[in-house]
Structure formats: structure tokens, C-alpha cells
């Protein structure tokens, strides 16, 4: 009786707590499982460019265990919300056309890809070699007379010059008409939207994230102000808040009963991602060796709350052990 006791006991602490586990830097590497990574529970990551059910696929496998999309956020999932507010929006970054089917799953009407534009007049991008395939899946059409509603950067651009050009274009058009010039391009901008803000990407090359940085450099230098932009994913507010609504409904999934709940510890490699964010959201913070970090004993500017481990595992451990 008193081992039932103790049993019930750690199944009700257990349903008091949660992990969000980011995924580069901490589960994988590129397409490389770090071997410590098979403990999923939600997930929270700034990666983009995919379907949420193929990147699910693509992880239950990495990570030999079922990942559902019920339990997954990326950088532009909480932007489905957006759907409601824009028909016509220009979709930029990722592989071939896998964002503008992101797009169509998250319930925009008209999307638009730069490549759609570059098939109407290839002047917009005069270096680009536009190869047949790309001619044959583009949807062009008369854009001079198309109103872009808004701009979504769901990841990061394949064709810098191309989506920058298009982008500054549309931002100055008048109500998001290619080949106009609006009155007063500042008022009158199109709204535009950033995934995420992230500075590195710990792929297996460590590609930096310099598109909206560069994009915003040009911006103030051609229009002499600085870019109003939204900006998604970690660290941002919406996107912790997003977070926790996707831990509470995974929660009531799994325990059959609806409750927040009181201990999420946020599993990150990126201090300036993962840990501040969840920091400045009230979650338990534990800083990975595995991916961005490589420094001393914590991070100087964003040291994480519950500490910094060698990998995944010591870190899940040390909180089980604390909770349990
Ligand atoms: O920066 C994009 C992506 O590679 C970061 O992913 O899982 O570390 O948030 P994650
Ligand atoms: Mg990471």
C-alpha cells in the first residue's frame, strides 16, 4: 500500500510538469541524432520551410519515437493566426515551393512566391537563371494589377537578391501593386512578417540567419528609417504564449484532464533563443552544451535559470530528479 502511495504520488507530480525541448542544438544536428535526444515531449523550435507533418515525419524517425503535430511549434506555426486577417500575401524562403504549402495548410487564400513574379517579368531579377522546372511550377500572372495584402518571411530566402529586390518593391508600391511607387512609401507600407530573428542556425555548417538583417540594413539605407517589422518565433512573446496554450491542450491529451502545468523547463542551446525567452516567460531554463553554447559556466547575458548541462539527458535527469 504505502509503494501505491508513493507511486500515486509521482504520477501527480509528474502531470505538474512539462518540457519543451528545442531541436537544433539539442535533439539533432543537421540531420544527425545527438544520442542523449530520445525524450520528447513538446516541441519548440525556430526551424521552418516544411509542413509541421513532414517535419514530424522527419523527427519521429531521427528521433525512433512518434512525434505528433499536436506537441510540435515552429518558427511560423503560430503565424496561422494571420490567415484570417490577409487573402493576397507574398510568401518568401525555403525549398522550392514546400512554403507556399505551408501557406495553403494554414488557410491563406492567394499566395504569391517570388518565383511567381520572377515568371511574369524576369527584369525584377536580371542575374537570376530561372531553370525550366521552376518556369513550369510558377504561377504567374499579371501582377501590375494583383494588391498584395502583406509579406511573410516563413524562412530563410534561397535567392537573396531576388527576394530582397521584390520585397523593397513591394513595401514602396502603392497598396502592393508591383511597378507603382506609393505616394508616401513610410505611411503607406505593407505590413511584413519575420518567422523568426534568429543570428545563428547551428546546422552542421552554422549558417547565420542574415536575411532580415540584411533586409533592414537596405531598408534604412534606400528610405532612411528603420523597417516596422513582426518578428515570430523564440524568443518572442506570441510565440512562449502560443507555446504554453500547445503544452496545456498536449497535457490534457496525455492525462485526459486540462491543467497548466506549474514546472515547464525549457530544454535550449541558443541563450539568446531558447533562455531568454524562457526566462522572460517564467519557465525553469536549462542551457545545453550541444549546439550554440560553447562557453563557461553559464551564459553571461542570459544565464539559465535551472543551469547548464553537458547534453539533453543531464538536463531532463536533474529536473526529474527535482520534481519527482
Ligand atoms: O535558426 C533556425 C533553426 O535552425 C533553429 O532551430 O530548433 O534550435 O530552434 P532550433
Ligand atoms: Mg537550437
Not at 517535419?55 to 506537441?71: A, D, F, G, M, W
Not at 536575411?211 to 524568443?235: C, H, N, Q, S, W
Request: proline share 6%; net charge negative.
Amino acid at each position: 500500500a504505502q509503494v501505491q502511495t508513493i507511486e500515486a504520488e509521482k504520477v501527480k507530480k509528474a502531470k505538474n510538469m512539462a518540457f519543451a525541448f528545442d531541436i537544433d542544438g539539442v535533439l539533432v544536428h543537421g540531420d544527425r541524432l545527438i544520442p542523449e535526444g530520445k525524450h520528447p515531449h513538446i516541441f519548440l523550435t525556430n526551424g521552418s520551410g516544411k509542413p509541421e507533418k513532414a517535419r514530424c515525419e522527419q523527427l519521429s524517425k531521427i528521433l525512433k519515437n512518434p512525434v505528433n503535430t499536436e506537441q510540435f511549434i515552429q518558427s511560423h506555426t503560430p503565424m496561422s493566426a494571420l490567415a484570417e486577417y490577409y487573402s493576397t500575401v507574398l510568401v518568401v524562403g525555403g525549398e522550392g515551393y514546400k512554403c507556399r504549402e505551408v501557406a495553403e495548410q494554414y488557410g491563406f487564400k492567394d499566395i504569391v512566391v517570388p518565383n511567381d513574379i520572377v515568371a511574369w517579368d524576369p527584369t525584377i531579377a536580371p542575374y537570376r537563371v530561372f531553370t525550366e522546372e521552376e518556369r513550369a511550377t510558377s504561377r504567374p500572372r499579371d501582377f501590375s494589377k494583383v494588391n498584395i495584402e502583406a509579406i511573410m518571411v516563413f524562412s530563410d530566402s534561397r535567392d537573396y537578391a531576388t527576394d530582397m529586390q521584390i520585397i523593397m518593391d513591394l513595401l514602396r508600391s502603392e497598396n502592393g501593386r508591383l511597378g507603382t511607387m506609393a505616394k508616401d512609401p513610410i505611411a503607406q507600407r505593407i505590413p511584413i512578417y519575420f518567422s523568426q530573428g534568429d543570428m545563428l542556425c547551428p546546422t552542421e555548417y552554422w549558417t547565420p540567419g542574415t536575411f532580415r538583417i540584411g533586409f533592414e540594413a537596405m531598408y534604412r539605407a534606400v528610405t532612411g528609417v528603420d523597417l516596422e517589422r513582426v518578428v515570430y518565433g523564440k524568443p518572442e512573446l506570441a510565440t512562449y504564449k502560443y507555446a504554453d496554450e500547445v503544452i496545456t491542450s498536449w497535457m490534457e491529451h496525455l492525462h485526459g484532464e486540462e491543467k497548466l502545468p506549474e514546472n515547464v523547463y525549457m530544454v535550449g542551446d541558443n541563450p539568446a533563443s531558447d533562455i531568454i525567452g524562457g526566462n522572460m516567460y517564467g519557465w525553469n531554463t536549462c542551457l545545453v552544451r550541444t549546439g550554440v553554447f560553447q562557453g563557461g559556466d553559464n551564459d553571461e547575458n542570459n544565464p539559465a535559470n535551472f543551469g547548464v548541462f553537458p547534453n539533453v539527458l543531464e538536463a531532463v535527469k536533474t529536473a526529474l530528479r527535482k520534481q519527482l
